[in-house]
């Protein structure tokens, strides 16, 4: 004879109201216990909590009463999310649909790579002391992405016009939703274009890019956060050196006399001074952190063209 067990299954806990205060600590408390990656637009585990909260909640960026009540339904939904970024490894700006940068906010998808280059903080500073702001008139953010860089580059000089240009059709529509909701359709312009094919020989004052540069090996090995990421953002072939090498061997083309390239390469930046060891990059600081940005001026790059041809 079959016996029955009457042993109950656990049942899931039913969310009741609460304070923010308190739920900011018990999510921040299950997202550390966790152990995911950061670096996606968050760099902690209570970051994510706080991004998740504010978004369910529409709260306005910046301090809220901890007191505040948080009723049942909006519990559950902060914890469906905060569940999600655990088991998913999702970055939590894909699951709230929003970043910032350079104090700006983005809307962001997996169609673009995740806003958080430190180029952000040169963007702020209007690229001094290296380039006198007053004469910069056309500035190209080569594979704009989400449209960070060139919303940004057009806040911090108001009479530049901006070509936010990009091979991806998905992510020059993120950008093109970007550049309607900073208002800025009239200065900063979506391109479709590989690298500088598409541009039409347009030359600039500055050429600032964040382009792939993740060698193959660096790829299979990153944390699962980036699989959400479009691949065609991160992959610059074996090395990590594809994309940089067309931007290097186009840029004094592209530039007006005086003019800059700004790329970021992170941390394929020994492999760049080891392709490239007679050019005179300088590699960049930045007070909140972040590195792997070299500038060079047209001048420099022309002349190392002119030296290769001499070579040759």
């Known amino acids: ?20 205060g308190a739920l900011l600590e018990r999510c921040t408390r299950r997202l550390q216990r966790a152990r995911l990656h950061y670096g996606h637009g968050t760099e902690r585990p209570r970051d994510d909590a706080a991004a998740i909260l504010w978004h369910v909640l529409g709260l306005p960026p910046g301090p809220a009463p901890a007191s505040r009540r948080v009723g049942a339904r909006a519990v559950a939904a902060v914890d469906a999310l905060v569940s999600r970024r655990i088991a998913e490894r999702i970055p939590v700006v894909y699951l709230t649909g929003e970043c910032w ?17 430190a180029i952000a903080e040169l963007i702020e500073r209007r690229f001094a002391p290296w380039i006198d702001a007053r004469r910069v008139r056309r500035i190209l953010d080569l594979g704009t992405g989400s449209g960070c860089i060139a919303c940004a580059a057009a806040r911090a000089f108001p009479r530049a016009r901006v070509d936010a240009s990009d091979i991806s059709a998905g992510a020059l529509a993120v950008a093109r939703l970007n550049i309607r909701r900073l208002r800025l359709a009239g200065r900063v312009r979506p391109v479709r274009a590989d690298h500088y094919r598409g ?31 479009p691949e065609l953002a991160l992959a610059a072939g074996p090395k990590g050196l594809d994309s940089v090498r067309v931007i290097l061997s186009g840029a004094a083309r592209h530039l007006r006399p005086g003019g800059l390239l700004v790329v970021e390469v992170g941390n394929t930046e020994r492999a760049v001074r080891r392709a490239w060891p007679k050019l005179p990059f300088t590699w960049l600081d930045f007070e909140r952190g972040g590195g792997g940005v070299f500038l060079l001026t047209r001048e420099q790059l022309a002349a190392a063209g002119r030296r290769r041809r001499r070579i040759a």
């Open 1 to 20: 004879m079959t016996q029955l067990s009457h042993t109950r299954r656990p049942q899931p806990a039913v969310p009741r109201a609460t304070t923010l």
């Open 101 to 117: 940068f350079a104090g700006l906010p983005f809307r962001v998808d997996p169609r673009v790579l995740i806003p958080r280059s």
């Open 199 to 229: 541009l039409r020989g347009t030359r600039y004052d500055i050429i600032v890019s964040n382009p792939p540069y993740v060698g193959r090996r660096e790829l299979a090995g990153l944390p699962p956060e980036y699989r959400h990421e």
